[in-house]
């Protein structure tokens, strides 16, 4: 187990070191405004604030956590994309200006206590709003490219994890179409009511909170299994696994939040079908985390392991 951890290391570690200084940027700023959040979360603890509401500060925390950790997992998986050194500084680049100022202007204005979206009650409020819309926009655009060029990218990269690329690109797609139908669902509402806005939009929220990280568990889970001894065909069924039970549960939130049914007060079917999707995605890491954890050391050496978690190229039958 000692071996298999210090080897997931150095493939972390590798990201970094083997990393371009847009990358390496990348890193850093999600980790700020991943601590960020933190630092909002405790506050907003002591303080005993609201922790509902269009002005709560459990906006600025969670988008710094959320900002912070996809910047720093689309820096990660984007790593083994093929990317020429224009496209991945503007691609990259733009998105770390983006996540930033969307995180800023949501802190920013939950200082102030004023709502950040739907707020057009002052020229200034206007302009955060708009800004915040603009930069929405930006990052639905680039992370379409991001999207586009790992359908492209073959690469070393194994098809196990060149699917959980592409999936957990389309799902992050999904993710900020959804965010994007919540922004001109409030833009309308806010016109006779902006308080009414906030609550009329929030009815998304929990499908754009599912959708919005599988870019991390799908490639992570690819990308866990290949400290394993198993063939590719082994570690493509159990991806498909982790990525049919997430699939499955990611549709039926999204049809209860487009029907308004509450997650938590759903149908018997639904609810099952949420189970079981859950089941299957949690079933695929329990899984890999064995196979990761428990293989048999004489089986597979330390050197093999680093090899294929540095490049994904274990294609075997």
């Known amino acids: 187990m000692k071996t298999v951890m210090q080897a997931m290391g150095r493939s972390l570690r590798r990201s ?3 990393g371009t200084r847009i990358e390496r940027t990348a890193f850093l700023v999600g980790g700020l405004l991943f601590l960020s959040g933190l630092v909002h979360l405790v506050i907003l603890t002591i303080s005993g604030g609201p922790w509902t509401g269009p002005i ?6 969670t988008f710094g956590l959320s900002f912070g950790l996809t910047l ?3 820096a990660w998986v984007t790593h083994f994309i093929q990317l020429g050194t224009v496209a991945r500084r503007v691609l990259l680049g733009g998105f770390t200006i983006a996540c930033v100022v969307e995180t800023t202007l949501v802190s920013m204005q939950a200082w ?8 057009f009650s002052t020229p200034f409020d206007a302009a955060v709003a708009g800004t ?7 990052i639905v655009a680039l992370t379409l490219g991001f999207t586009l060029s790992a359908f492209r990218s073959v690469g070393q990269n194994s098809p196990s994890m060149r699917l959980a690329m592409r999936f957990g690109f389309v799902t992050l797609m999904v993710a900020l179409g959804v965010g994007a139908a919540m922004i001109a669902v409030g833009v309308t509402t806010s016109q006779s ?6 609550t009329t939009a929030g009815f998304l929220k929990p499908a754009h909170a599912v959708t919005m990280h599988a870019i991390l568990v799908i490639p992570g889970l690819a990308w ?4 394993t001894t198993w063939p ?8 498909q696994l982790g990525a049919g039970g997430y699939l499955v549960l990611s549709v039926v939130v999204l049809v209860e939040a487009i029907t308004k049914v509450p997650p938590l007060a759903a149908p018997l079917v639904p609810t099952l079908l949420s189970i079981v999707g859950l089941a299957a995605l949690v079933t695929a890491g329990v899984i890999g985390i064995y196979g990761a954890l428990y293989r048999r050391p004489e089986v597979a050496g330390d050197q093999e392991i680093t090899r294929d978690a540095r490049s994904f190229t274990d294609v075997g039958a």
């Open 193 to 198: 009511d902006p308080e009414l806005a906030y």
């Open 56 to 61: 709560s500060l459990r906006k600025a925390t």
């Open 224 to 227: 866990l299994l290949t400290f």
């Open 232 to 239: 590719e065909r082994t570690r493509m069924r159990i991806v």
């Open 72 to 74: 720093a997992t689309v």
């Open 112 to 119: 102030r206590g004023v709502p950040s979206h739907f707020n």
């Open 16 to 18: 970094w070191d083997e």
């Open 132 to 138: 915040l819309a603009f930069g929405g926009m930006a």
